[in-house]
């Protein structure tokens, strides 16, 4: 139970229901339990009576309406234990899942692209989806049960006393323990299998997740059957974890049901031999029988506790991961960057001891239009990724304005910073909207211009529902170069003192990448821009050019000077111009 003590702050929103749901629950207890009894003992007896011969009407109607009275009664409490139960449910799981959810804003990226999305979406939906069943469940049946073992038990307990003292009470007690050892050894099995059940279910989720992506690449490549296969061997494993469990959850009931009936005729036996009168022996023989029905339901909840904590542990494993990029305690104020961009001895790895950059000083100032040069993988992306701080230096300082980019705000920071990647994520909503998210305050007026420097407003204006289309999940509705247009005007619209363009115009035709180039020529004067193309024709006019190797910036300077000087920068740039 201690395992969710850091979680009783999801009950305490709901403790007001949860509160009127115990209070319904023992009402109905009392209505189900006390109710008939005490009708046949005080109720009945008035009408076959003596003195039922002067009953009125009226009084016959008193007793008559007794049965439905107990029943409404019955009726209304077990409605509102549900609904309240249910409603503290819906309500504690909506909590669980919105921190959850909010977490996966904050973590690092680095984090997010170790997981696989189905995994991640299974977590958040499969379970927090359990453990919001487990919490109300042990909140609901953690009180009533032990409460009936206890009435049962202390019952039994009186009654034997009672007959023939303590022997008595201890024969028949004596095999009550042993029902603790089949619920331990459930629970355990439970535990594994549980988790063995949630993971695989991230898997499954994952296989959809993944397949959905690729709908293409299965048309293309025909792979529909080996899709299917994969998915289905995956799905037989959730079945047979699943059956797994359901194996030792259903072996619990006959278990303890064995051990009751040995301690049923142990007392037998015993009440036999020591001259236990029959109506005294029925009463204590039933109130044991009934001593192992919470019994069973505390081992159900048991199990229930199990799954609980294994849904936990897999959403803490998102809950409780360090958010590593954070703000700074004491951030430095600022408003607006000039954009002066300083790398001083950076080191980055992803994995550790597997630096990706090694050692990089460089400083661009601002106003530069820096170009990133050089093979694939030889770190352009990594490099520019480094600024918005969406990794974290391995060591060494980036800066801006000469401020160690970890004094600022994360928000001050990646508000100066306006990125495109080659790849642009659009939100399944209009244009509009996308175009928007860029500043929000922006005026129409403004959308428009964005959009009209990046050449976007061509297309869109000629589209039937123009600014107001809808542009489909991550943009699937509109061309690869449509989305990067709207992308660019997206950052445009922005108006950073940084703009970052991570292969942003790779998907343009030359003429329309030379058309955006001679605009931004216009829009970023006074920025700093960082431009990783392929085209030369684009990276030729920058002012500054970086050429990368191998994790390293093996020269720098501009056109003229690095074709004459490099190697490197000379053979990348014939071998297009060759090629061309
Ligand atoms: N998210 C990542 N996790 C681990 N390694 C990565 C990740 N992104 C890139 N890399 C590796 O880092 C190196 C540099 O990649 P990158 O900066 O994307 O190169 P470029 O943009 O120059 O093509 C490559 O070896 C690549 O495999
Ligand atoms: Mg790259």
Known sequence: MSRFRPYIKYLLIVRGPLIGAIIAGLIYGIASGAGLPAMIRWVFPKIFSPEAAQLTNWGLLAIASWLPAIFLIRGVAGFANSYLIQFSGVRVLEAIRFDYFRKLQFLPLSFIQKQTSGDLISRGIADTNQLQYSLTTIANDGMKQP???IGSVGFL???AFNEKGIALVLVSLALIPLCVLPIRYVGKKLLARAHQIQAQLG?????????????KEVRAFGLEKNQTDRFATESRALINFQMKAVKYAQALTPAIEIISAFGLSLTLVYAYRSGVKLDSFLAIITALYTSYEPIK??????????RGISALDRLEHVLNEPLVITDPENPTEVGRL??????????????????VLHNISVTIPRGTVCALVGPSGAG???FANLVPRF???TGGVVSIDGIDIRKLRIADLRSNIAVVSQDPVLFN???YNNLLLGKESSTREQVIEAARNAHADEFISKLPAGYDTMVGERGALISGGQKQRIALARAFLRNAPILILDEATSALDSQSEQMIQDALQQLVVGKTVFIIAHRFSTIKDASMILVFDHGKIAASGTHPALYADNALYKSLYDRQHSSA
């Open 147 to 149: 409460a009936s073992l």
């Open 157 to 159: 307990i009186w009654a």
């Open 203 to 215: 898997t499954v989720t994952d296989r959809f997740a993944e397949n959905l992506s690729a709908a």
């Open 297 to 306: 339901k505390l081992g159900a909840l048991n199990n229930e506790t199990k």
């Open 338 to 355: 000039k954009g002066d961009v300083q790398f001083s001895e950076v080191t980055f790895a992803y994995k550790a001891d597997q630096p």
């Open 380 to 382: 352009k992306s990594t």
């Open 391 to 393: 990794y974290e230096v």
């Open 429 to 431: 909503d209009t244009i």
